[in-house]
Antibody, heavy 115, light 107 residues
Framework: EVQLVESGGGLVKPGGSLRLSCVAS????????LNWVRQAPGKGLEWVSF????????YYADSLKGRFTISRDNAKNSLFLQMNSLKVDDTAVYYC????????WGQGTLVTVSS | DIQMTQSPSSLSASVGDRVTITCRAS??????LAWFQQKPGKAPKSLIY???SLQSGVPSKFSGSGSGTDFTLTISSLQPEDFATYYC?????????FGQGTKLEIK
């Protein structure tokens, strides 16, 4: 069974940092590209970032303006999102999702940015 | 960026009905279109990829069609568990973009 489990969310002050993790199981992790997608409270889905199987191709949403960094560790079946200079507008549930067409999703981790 | 526009934004239907949701891309995306279902408080679930291919384990009551700029998701014989919010998403080019969602409610 495919499983993606996110962690690392929490309450952080504006300007602070957080590192999200996503641990995968049930599939050949190194063979799949990965994504982060977020959803602000009561809002729709917003794609955040993509990383290819070997980390050679990485893309971000324009709105992030260099504040977020995606990475992966294929030896540990893990995906990461380093989030710096957090803003109130970054408050959302953050999901990791596998593959080019986001075939499997984790349950999400809530990030709250508030003073 | 490619803009994805879904219609309608909300839809009321009865159990047993057949409904269609439309998704339009601001420019051609070939068939690089996926559909997702999301229930309150839950993660999205993949239904369809490549515009018309059913994700493993998804019942055949869900079907997708289209290519280029215009796409549809059809759900036949609605059951109570089908009432949810549905999103389309293009993965033709970065940044990936989602439609704004269609909330399917029980009439």
């Amino acid at each position: 069974e495919v499983q993606l489990v996110e962690s690392g969310g929490g309450l952080v002050k504006p300007g602070g940092s957080l590192r999200l993790s996503c641990v995968a199981s049930g599939f050949t992790f190194s063979s799949y590209s990965l994504n982060w997608v977020r959803q602000a409270p009561g809002k729709g889905l917003e794609w955040v970032s993509f990383i290819s199987t070997s980390s050679s191709n990485i893309y971000y949403a324009d709105s992030l303006k260099g504040r977020f960094t995606i990475s992966r560790d294929n030896a540990k079946n893990s995906l990461f999102l380093q989030m710096n200079s957090l803003k109130v507008d970054d408050t959302a549930v953050y999901y990791c999702a596998s593959g080019t067409y986001l075939g499997y999703w984790g349950q999400g981790t809530l990030v709250t940015v508030s003073s | 960026d490619i803009q994805m526009t879904q219609s309608p934004s909300s839809l009321s239907a009865s159990v047993g009905d057949r409904v269609t949701i439309t998704c339009r891309a601001s420019r051609g995306i070939d068939n690089y279109l996926a559909w997702f279902q999301q229930k309150p408080g839950k993660a999205p679930k993949s239904l369809i990829y490549a515009a018309s291919s059913l994700q493993s384990g998804v019942p055949s009551k869900f079907s997708g069609s289209g290519s280029g700029t215009d796409f549809t998701l059809t759900i036949s014989s609605l059951q109570p568990e089908d009432f949810a919010t549905y999103y389309c998403q293009q993965y033709n080019s970065f940044p990936y973009t989602f439609g704004q969602g269609t909330k399917l409610e029980i009439k």
